[in-house]
């Protein structure tokens, strides 16, 4: 089964290039992962096929209420660390995600 990752930012493109480098990893280690950036406003449209949703650094006030959002689908929602979305560290972001999975 596919998992799906959904990274929201404040417009998508931001974390377009993260995206990229999270799908790079995931080949590396052969996981069958679907990673996706969406803009914050279209985060209750993705919930339905979301395994996890982390949110970028700049719409982490957004947390609290997208997990009340998420809750009763048993989404795990949670904020990138900030290095790691500074830094652009694909591997470290898709770990956080992974964990949140399992």
Known sequence: MMKRI???CAAGMSTSMLVKRMQDEAVKRELAIE???VPAAEFE???PTADVVLLGPQVKYELARFNKIAE???LPVAVIDMMDYGTMRGDK???HALNLIA
């Open 72 to 74: 009763p689908y048993g």
């Open 6 to 8: 959904v990274l929201c």
């Open 93 to 95: 972001v898709l770990d």
């Open 35 to 37: 990673i996706k950036a």
């Open 45 to 47: 449209a993705e919930l």
